[in-house]
């Protein structure tokens, strides 16, 4: 009998258990976790910080779900020591557990770049859901929070901490919003609409200190400005968790590199999730993840499951704004797309076209077709007879699937 053991309770690590438990009904399962609730749905955050939902709303595996799949979750367990042959792990309150097939899930967390002052009281970033329980008990006695990025998750935070009554003053290094996942023209709408909402913008601008002042906090650019604030959050990107990883000697680039298999360099020992590399890429999304997690799974039970990779894809979360991006967006402009834009309506639709395929796309204010064209993209589907008919404004691009 397999005994399999999972180290992380995100996205990866639940799907690899519910792949696992699909394939052997009977091989002891174990997932640690170092948080203190159940898997839930990460992206539902800011939805917290606003007061809309509560954490059993999105909650997406109860302690229920695992009892019903046997699988012992062990929380606010921490591994600390894996050896890889003896295959043991060793968690920090010393208990030894045994593994004949192992999957790191650890995720990642939130990088937190060299900023004086950034470890001050009301200095805060968002990974967990205890990072939100801290910050959503900051926001209740706070007026005025900064946010540093202005990147998706940054500005879906934002808008939580909008929503739960705070001003919220956005300060970007880089000239535009949404870097990633906008061109020039759909950043400069989506500012404008945001900025109608109640958001304030520093776009250019570099964060050189937070300091305390006066009881409170202050956000100094190089430009010697002063933005003051009851709370700030930094979300300045996510970094791989790669402690266990490195100790054990996997071989390492942007994140544990896997083969489509999501083996590692050690045998027996697996990785999915924010943690990985697979085939050069780093993904860090959702989607993927969860991708990542079904083949370890099935793959540890003993089934030929491959992973040929995700498009990468985002959704903007920010109520009254409609967002996806998907694919390469072109942001240079170095190749060929078909543009729609209407500033009036608060829409821009941008296809990016490379050998006569749809490589990337912008949907601001019109989501018509988005399952379409990223099934286009992973498809590489042929537009040779479409494209007239894409360059009109108005057409209706779930049609795509026809």
């Known amino acids: 009998m397999t005994t399999y053991l999972i180290i992380g309770n995100g996205a990866a690590g639940n799907a690899a258990a519910e792949a696992i438990r699909k394939y052997d009904q009977d091989g002891p399962i174990h997932?640690?976790?170092?948080?203190?609730?159940?898997?839930?749905?990460?992206?539902?955050?800011?939805?917290?910080?606003?007061?809309?939902?509560?954490?059993?709303?999105?909650?997406?595996?109860?302690?229920?779900?695992?009892?019903?799949?046997?699988?012992?979750?062990?929380?606010?367990?921490?591994?600390?020591?894996?050896?890889?042959?003896?295959?043991?792990?060793?968690?920090?309150?010393?208990?030894?557990?045994h593994y004949d097939k192992l999957l790191l899930a650890t995720g990642g967390y939130s990088f937190l770049p060299p900023i004086k002052g950034a470890d001050l009281d009301g200095v805060f970033t968002l990974r967990t859901y205890g990072d939100a329980e801290r910050i959503r008990r900051k926001a209740r006695e706070s007026r005025r929070a900064v946010l540093i990025g202005g990147g998706l998750l940054g500005l879906e935070a934002g808008n939580g901490l909008r929503k739960a009554g705070l001003q919220v003053t956005v300060v970007e290094v880089f000239p535009r919003l949404l870097p990633r996942q906008m061109d020039v023209p759909g950043a400069a709408i989506l500012q404008k609409q945001m900025e109608e909402m109640g958001f304030i913008f520093y776009l250019g601008a570099k964060t050189q200190a937070?300091?305390?002042?006066?009881?409170?906090l202050a956000v100094v650019l190089e430009s010697g400005e002063r933005l003051s604030a009851d709370l700030v959050l930094v979300s300045a990107?996510?970094?791989?968790?790669?402690?266990?990883?490195?100790?054990?000697?996997?071989?390492?680039?942007k994140g544990v590199k896997v083969n489509d298999a999501m083996e590692t360099s050690r045998p027996d020992i697996y990785a999915a999730g924010d943690l990985i590399e697979h085939r050069g890429k780093f993904y860090g999304i959702w989607p993927a993840c969860l991708a990542q997690g079904a083949v370890a799974g099935a793959v540890m039970?003993?089934?030929?499951?491959?992973?040929?990779?995700?498009?990468?894809?985002?959704?903007?979360?920010?109520?009254?704004?409609?967002?996806?991006?998907?694919?390469?967006?072109?942001?240079?402009?170095?190749?060929?797309?078909?543009?729609?834009?209407?500033?009036?309506?608060?829409?821009?639709?941008?296809?990016?076209?490379?050998?006569n395929a749809i490589v990337g796309t912008i949907l601001l204010g019109d989501l018509r077709g988005s399952k379409e064209i990223q099934e286009a993209i992973r498809k590489k589907t042929d537009l040779s007879s479409l494209k007239p008919d894409l360059e009109k404004l108005g057409f209706d691009l779930s049609s795509l699937s026809r």
């Open 31 to 97: 997932i640690f976790s170092r948080e203190k609730y159940p898997f839930y749905y990460v992206p539902a955050l800011p939805e917290y910080l606003a007061g809309e939902r509560e954490i059993h709303q999105f909650t997406l595996h109860d302690l229920d779900w695992y009892r019903k799949n046997r699988i012992d979750l062990h929380l606010e367990t921490e591994i600390i020591r894996i050896d890889s042959e003896a295959k043991t792990t060793v968690t920090r309150a010393g208990k030894e557990y």
């Open 210 to 216: 937070i300091i305390g002042e006066a009881g409170r």
């Open 237 to 253: 990107g996510v970094r791989p968790e790669l402690t266990l990883a490195q100790a054990l000697g996997l071989e390492i680039d």
């Open 301 to 355: 039970a003993g089934q030929d499951a491959r992973y040929e990779g995700t498009v990468p894809a985002n959704t903007l979360k920010v109520v009254g704004i409609d967002l996806m991006a998907a694919g390469d967006i072109d942001a240079e402009s170095r190749l060929p797309s078909l543009v729609s834009k209407d500033e009036a309506q608060k829409t821009y639709r941008k296809l990016v076209i490379k050998d």
